[in-house]
């Protein structure tokens, strides 16, 4: 198996083809501490792709609530499993100098999907380790929340109250999730048919609708579950990054590269898309100026998705604040203690940056800061804070301005009549 | 909702499992919710309201941990941190300087009617 480099993993690895890079990389940064599982990003992917016969229980986006939500049920504590099966309690990290950009995470030393594939399966053509979800794991996009609840005998009407639900001290979080377009992804690896590719100009990974034969491998392959089967094409499909609004060929696009429907339509504002550019050796080069760059390399508080998988997936997570951090650890890596502390207390360029979240729907390729007057000093949870009303102005592909925001959170007030129209 | 009970002896169902949280779990909760909603510009009572409301899971399970008490002051120590900045009103079919009798998280700014 050739070796290609992982930079989340902070070393090479095993991987059933040579190394190849697009130009640029599709890319998203959720904040999964301003989601509230409104579902409004999978509907609009739902209402956009997935609507047809045959894709009934088809969600290329969901939002699952975390820890015991999971589209397809259960689908990380799989996965999970099956790598700790295979590399018994070495699943770990050793820490290394966190200002690499080559290894930021530090080193993984476990077993990724691919390599622990050598050591557990057979027969030798078996690239990838993985499961086939069953069909009634497929059946909920967010088991016991996607319907609405009332109180038992009472039917068409919520429950108001809620108080008479048991209480526990638990935690809980949104977890939204769409295909990570992995740099090295397990379906591309797992295609016998090589049915499923990864496009050269924006890193996309899409199947081959003429060349599927449905054997279901990507679907087996696949540590996220992200491509599915559909029953009666007999070929499976999965998220396709809504390439014609990234591309700028879609007409509402006029030109311009536009975010995916499900980042349009966050109503929570958690969610960026872009493209980022890449090195030769597929490592994220330097461009200051991105915000995606400097969310994940810069101010480092988002973090992939499960990155001992080891298919360097371009989805980046903020990690909730209040959630355990052993599960934290588990799910997004040893960055995590530094992201939530960097969050916690945000300086005026990261203020600044998130007020780029969904200001527009146009892909932001470059940011620049104004700095404003100092409007608070004092304390926040007995730390010394301080705001600045700064100006951060977004630009598009070709240098022209997308749009100017400031800190001072912008209302916009509807007339009396005609509120819906555009 | 699923189709059937959950079977007992099934070791992969949901079936009344509690991840205990961190004894601060429910007062980081409380003031990552109400930061978030201060930067997106919500004043004080509505932030109250959303914690009060069942609907929204996560607020609301924070607010039975931690009371109306602990929790107001929260929102407040939040608001007048983050939310000091001036509220725009922007693309206002009113003119300039007129009330336009919505709440603000902080005192506004009319600028008026905007083509964007």
Known sequence: ?422 | MPYNDPEPEDPMALNGVAFEATPDAALEAAYTFAEELARLGQPENSILYLFQSPQYQGPYSAFQALGIDTVTQVIKECCTAIASCRAALRDCHLAPGKDPGCETAAPWRCEGPQSH
Request: glycine share 8%.
């Open chain 1, 1 to 422: 198996m050739p070796n290609v480099y992982n930079w989340q993993l902070g070393r090479d690895m095993g991987y059933p083809y040579e190394a190849e890079y697009p130009k640029r990389q599709f890319a998203f940064v959720f904040n999964t501490n301003r989601c509230i599982g409104c579902q409004t990003c999978t509907m609009a992917c739902k209402s956009t792709w997935t609507f047809s016969k045959g894709q009934e229980n088809m969600w290329w986006a969901n939002v699952e609530t975390k820890p015991y939500g999971g589209y397809p049920q259960h689908w990380d504590v799989k996965i999970l499993k099956l790598l700790q099966q295979a590399n018994p309690d070495a699943q770990t990290w050793t820490p290394g100098d966190a200002s690499n950009p080559r290894q930021p995470y530090g080193t993984f030393d476990g077993k990724t999907v691919f390599e622990a594939a050598e050591k557990m399966l057979s027969p030798d053509s078996a690239r990838v380790l993985g499961y086939l979800p069953k069909d009634e794991e497929w059946i909920n996009p967010n088991i016991y929340e996607d319907n609405p609840s009332g109180k038992t005998g009472i039917k068409g009407q919520y429950d108001t109250s809620g108080t008479s639900l048991p209480e526990h001290k638990t935690w809980f979080f949104y977890l939204a999730r769409i295909c990570n377009h992995c740099q090295y992804p397990a379906c591309v690896a797992a295609c016998p048919r090589k049915a499923v590719y990864k496009r050269p100009e924006d890193g996309i990974v899409l199947v081959n609708q003429q060349e599927c034969r449905g054997y279901r491998k990507c679907v087996e392959a696949c540590p996220y579950k992200k491509t599915m089967y559909r029953g009666n094409t007999r070929i499976s499909e999965k998220c396709v990054g809504c390439y014609p609004r990234v591309e700028g060929s879609d007409p509402e696009s006029k030109g311009l590269p536009m975010e995916t429907r499900c980042m349009a339509a966050c109503i929570g504002q958690i969610r960026m898309q872009g493209t980022v550019l890449l090195n030769e050796d597929g490592t994220w080069a330097e461009d200051r100026n991105h915000p995606l760059y400097y969310l994940v390399h810069v101010a480092k508080v988002a973090l992939p998705l499960y990155p001992q998988f080891g298919t360097e997936p371009n989805g980046y997570y903020i990690p909730p604040r209040w959630v355990p951090r052993p599960y934290l650890h588990q799910m997004f890596g040893p960055g995590v203690d530094a992201a939530i502390e960097r969050y916690m207390y945000p300086d005026r360029e990261l203020l600044a940056v998130l007020q780029l979240f969904r200001r527009s729907n146009r892909i932001i390729y470059r940011y620049k800061m104004e700095e404003g007057p100092k409007v608070y000093e004092g304390t926040l949870r007995g730390k010394p804070f301080e705001m600045y009303d700064d100006t951060v102005i977004a630009y598009g592909p070709n240098g022209e301005e997308l749009f100017r925001t400031k800190i001072e959170e912008p209302i916009y007030v509807r007339p009396a009549v005609h509120q819906n129209s555009i």
